[in-house]
């Protein structure tokens, strides 16, 4: 395996590096968080990087032609790709290095994706490239909850009930997504017991976010974080609140921050305040009642996805994060 | 039981191999870097030969098995773009699963050497050859090339890493190898020294493309109306100079390895007293057609054959005066392509179209012959030129398109 780069753990939100990896040229919307999330993913990993993003917008809004925002060397992947373009860059560089045809040193190698490009159309790749213990990789998902790229399209990543382009609430059928959002990260973590590092974030939460992304890139072998980013074209708000929703979706318990390093799962923030019992959760009602995305939603809808949050937290083994129930005392 | 010797290539030897395993010395030759397998029927014989040499340590290379022939496809695609050497395949449905990841790799000029063994595209189920699966690549800026036999197909799999990563091309290639008949049948193949490999193939440098932290490109941005237009245009022109980077190539491997036709695009059999009728066909038709003009050259018919090699890029002028002087063309197709004109194959048709601007044009019969994997009998051959002969003989083509073999 080759070397990973010494990446300390940032103490301090003044202790952020000043340096930028993404800066202007970007066309993203105001208010985008994965905008903000990619920014603070390459400041975390610092100049020494590759970065391949798979279609979406991230790609489609960023990487413009003559006007590309990012000063690392970055190249695009297809949609489903995110796993194998990781799997590949890291393999050729790796090969390369243990024959002496490039110069030995530890390349940070990450790959992102949207909800699409991930929870859905790349999960088997994903899966692979977490499989690969020799490889150096992270695999960031940044999920805006929506293929908010192609017109704001529900994914296996939407929310329950949310309004999309293709679960508009009509006339006759309000609740067009019936489905509940895929629970990711647990997923690929117990599935890949060889992964030593699988993490859940919010940019709205900078210093947690770009540490677990340091923590990802030093610990070895591949791994994997997963971003909710707020999104005001697809969930329906003034841009200027895209920080606050961000804190709402963790502070009702909705989106756990957690990571999962070498086996012990550790939860922060928030997430782990109403864990410990120090602080309780929001009324998911607050969070979603100030997203159009929901707007159609009955009361009885409203607490229909109370309860589901409710039961994550009261009735799985483990609250928040692992939907088997708790076993008899 | 081979010695270590043998193994790590030190002496010149003859082996009894098939097509496959000759690709898979090849790998091991060209120091690949990075090798993705899946498994598919008939192209995957070459990754079980080339796990054995990584596991016998005959050669280092990071030997991938991905979760699918798209993933696959996209993990030699991104290692190239590093500036790893590569080596990846599919037959089939498998190939077209990659075939999102297979458009990409042409169009970002990324130097993938592939592995087709063509297999016709079930449903309905079968194992057999047909040349679909390949060919459906055509328009999209790889090279494609046609093996007969497993000396040519470990020849052309050295070659092809040369052509590919040649900064002129810049393009992926493709080795399509009849399954069955070339996967997995076995002839006496010549395998050289790694002393002679090394002389004849350089190592792959990607230059300024590469993309690493001491080179902080940004590849494939969007450019949409903008700029399509233009990077579309420099991929033809790429392809306009590949003939003259693959003449060039053959004629050096030629030096190297003293062995390798007059021509790397086409081959020509028992056409020097410029016969009447010639047949066309790639792959290893070539066998049973070879056995069938000699029968016919018994008993007095002046037929040739000229087997065609690299389809892309497509050699038109040396189709031209290899076929112009005949009084009629008999295309072999292994291949079909509904609806298209003549209702023909597609050999047929780019054959056919190859010979609209010569002023004296001969008649062009098509055939479709072998698909999923039927034998092509000689006494099919004989029934082609016996069809095509009439057309000599009335002056007209009676039928454009003709299945051969077929129950009716």
């Known amino acids: 395996m080759t070397l990973v780069q010494d990446l300390p753990q940032v103490r301090g939100v003044k202790n952020i590096p000043i340096q930028e990896g993404f800066t202007s040229g970007h066309r993203t ?17 610092g100049p020494r990087t590759i970065v391949v993003g798979s279609t979406g ?44 045809k490039m110069k030995d040193e530890p390349i940070n190698v990450i790959a992102f994706c949207g909800d699409g490009g991930g929870v859905d159309m790349g999960l088997s790749g994903i ?65 890949h017991p060889g992964v030593r590092y699988v993490a859940t974030a919010c940019a709205s939460y900078g210093l947690d976010f770009t540490n677990k ?117 | 039981m081979t010695t270590v010797e043998e193994q790590l290539f030190m002496t010149e030897k003859e082996e009894l191999i098939s097509g496959s395993e000759a690709v898979a010395i090849a790998c091991a030759l060209a120091d690949v870097d990075v090798i993705t397998a899946y498994p598919i029927r008939p192209y995957d014989t070459v990754m079980q030969y080339v796990s054995q040499l990584k596991a016998n340590g005959a050669f280092d290379c990071d030997f991938i098995v ?56 079930d449903d309905p189920g079968a194992f057999g050859v047909e040349h679909n699966d390949a060919l459906a690549v055509r328009d999209l800026g ?15 799999a050295l070659m092809a890493w040369r052509i590919a990563e040649d900064s002129r091309a810049f393009l992926p290639m493709a080795l399509s190898c009849d399954g069955s008949f070339l996967t997995h049948s076995q002839a006496i193949v010549n395998v050289p020294t790694q002393e002679q490999v090394n002389k004849f193939l350089p190592s792959y440098d990607r230059g300024r493309l590469q993309l690493h932290p001491d080179n902080p490109i940004t590849v494939a941005p969007q450019v949409n109306e903008d700029w399509l237009m233009e990077i579309r245009r420099q991929s033809n022109e790429a392809m306009t100079r590949t003939p003259g980077v693959i003449k060039e190539v053959y004629e050096e491997f030629k030096q190297v390895f003293g062995r390798g036709d007059p021509s790397p695009f086409i081959e020509e059999y028992m056409m020097d007293d410029d016969p009447d009728i010639v047949l066309m066909g790639m792959g290893t038709l070539a066998l049973p057609v070879r056995v069938a003009i000699r029968r016919m050259r018994e008993q007095g018919k002046k037929v040739g054959f000229v087997r065609l090699k690299f389809f892309r890029p497509f050699a038109t002028e040396e189709v031209q005066q290899a076929l112009g002087g005949a009084k009629a063309v008999a295309v072999v197709d292994r291949d079909y392509s509904f609806g298209s004109p003549s209702f023909g194959g597609v050999l047929f048709n780019e054959v056919r179209a190859a010979l609209y601007p010569l002023e004296k044009r001969p008649h062009v019969v098509n055939f479709i012959a072998g698909l999923g994997g039927r034998e092509v009998r000689v006494r099919d051959v004989e029934d082609m030129v016996e069809i095509t002969q009439k057309a000599i003989d009335t002056g007209k083509i009676e039928q454009e398109c003709n299945w051969i073999g077929v129950r009716e």
């Open chain 1, 57 to 100: 917008c991230m790609y489609v809004a960023n990487t413009t032609y003559y006007s590309t925002p990012w000063v690392v060397p970055w190249m695009h992947t297809q949609l489903g790709s995110s796993g194998a373009a990781a799997t590949g860059t890291a393999a050729g560089l790796a090969s390369m290095m243990r024959k002496g």
């Open chain 1, 29 to 45: 919307c105001q208010g985008c968080e994965s905008a903000l999330t990619m920014r603070l993913m390459i400041k975390a990993a």
């Open chain 2, 66 to 121: 991905a979760e699918s022939e798209h993933s696959q496809f996209e993990i030699v695609k991104h290692a190239s773009s590093v500036g790893a050497r590569t080596f990846c395949g599919s037959s089939g449905v498998g190939w077209f699963y990659a075939f999102e990841a297979i458009a990409v790799t042409a169009g970002l000029r990324l130097p993938v050497v592939a592995m087709v063994g063509n297999r016709a595209l």
């Open chain 1, 213 to 329: 992304i340091r923590r990802a890139l030093t610990i070895g072998g591949p791994t994997f974080i997963h971003v909710i980013d707020p999104c005001p074209k697809g969930w329906d708000y003034d841009p200027k609140y895209s920080h606050e929703l961000g804190m709402l979706a963790v502070e009702t318990g909705l989106w756990v921050q957690y990571e999962i390093a070498d086996g012990e799962l550790t939860l922060s923030g928030p997430s782990r305040a109403i864990q410990s019992g120090v602080r309780s959760r929001k009324s998911v009602r607050e969070y979603l009642q100030r997203q159009g995305r929901f707007a159609h939603l009955t009361e009885e809808d409203l607490d229909f996805f109370q309860s589901r949050v409710d039961e994550s937290w009261d009735e799985w083994w483990l609250p928040g994060v692992v939907p088997f129930k708790k076993p008899e005392e």
């Open chain 2, 142 to 156: 790889w090279m494609l090339y046609w093996v007969a036999t497993a000396q040519e197909a470990l020849d052309m």
């Open chain 1, 127 to 191: 899966s692979a490239a977490l499989q690969h213990d020799e490889y150096n990789l992270l695999i960031l998902c940044y999920d805006n909850e929506s293929y908010a790229n192609t017109d704001i399209q529900v994914s296996g990543s939407s929310p329950w009930g949310a309004n999309s382009t293709f679960s508009p609430p009509g006339k006759v059928h309000r609740i067009m997504n019936k489905r509940w959002k895929k629970n990711t990260a647990p997923m690929l973590a117990a599935g």
